[in-house]
């Protein structure tokens, strides 16, 4: 290689030493470009991913508020459910409606019941009234569970807030227990 380098005149050397400067920088250009490329593009391809990740993060937590409205949407209609079938509406009828179910209740049962005490009461926390019944029952014990079963088998929501027993005895007497009921309205 070096004969052929001798071959050369100064000029022509000159101008290959040119060339091969001019190639190696350029060579050295082009690495250091492609390096910086090359970063930029990890760069990029990082970024992507978070991009990805947080969109996957968006769309998971898309789905869950439908979920969640959904959800809302059904407690809305067992709601309305509630306040249509087992609630009283509110106004001045609910002691009507009320002493009109406890008759129906009381027909069930096979009793009769008159001296029905009313007392009225307001849920603030639950934005709920209510309407206590306080009444007496005597009869069998028999009776007693037909009433119960009357009571937990009306449609309306009616809840037995407190049994007692003034009196009790063993010898199979009649038996006597005081009752009070609640009926809901005004949610």
């Known amino acids: 290689m070096n004969a052929l380098f001798d071959l050369l005149n100064d000029r022509e050397r000159r101008t290959l030493v040119r060339i091969g400067l001019a190639a190696l920088i350029l060579l050295v250009a082009f690495l250091v470009f492609f390096v910086r490329l090359r970063g930029g593009l990890e760069k990029e391809r990082t970024a992507s991913f978070r991009v990805h990740e947080t969109m996957q993060k968006t769309v998971q937590a898309r789905d869950q508020a439908r979920a969640d409205w959904r959800l809302w949407e059904d407690?809305?209609?067992?709601?309305?459910?509630?306040?249509?079938s087992y609630f009283y509406e509110e106004g001045p009828a609910v002691q009507v409606l009320l002493r009109q179910d406890l008759q129906r209740i009381f027909a069930l049962a096979g009793t009769t019941i008159t001296d029905l005490d009313y007392g009225y009461s307001e849920m603030e926390k639950e934005q709920v009234r209510k309407t206590l019944?306080?009444?007496?029952?005597?009869?069998?014990?028999?009776?007693?569970?037909?009433?119960?079963?009357?009571?937990?088998?009306?449609?309306?929501?009616?809840?037995?807030?407190?049994v007692e027993f003034p009196r009790t005895s063993s010898g199979g007497e009649r038996l006597s227990a005081k009752l009070t009921l609640a009926g809901y309205y005004g949610i």
């Open 75 to 84: 407690a809305g209609r067992d709601l309305a459910e509630l306040r249509a």
């Open 133 to 162: 019944v306080a009444f007496t029952f005597t009869g069998t014990y028999a009776g007693l569970k037909r009433l119960l079963a009357a009571i937990e088998a009306f449609p309306k929501f009616l809840v037995i807030e407190k």
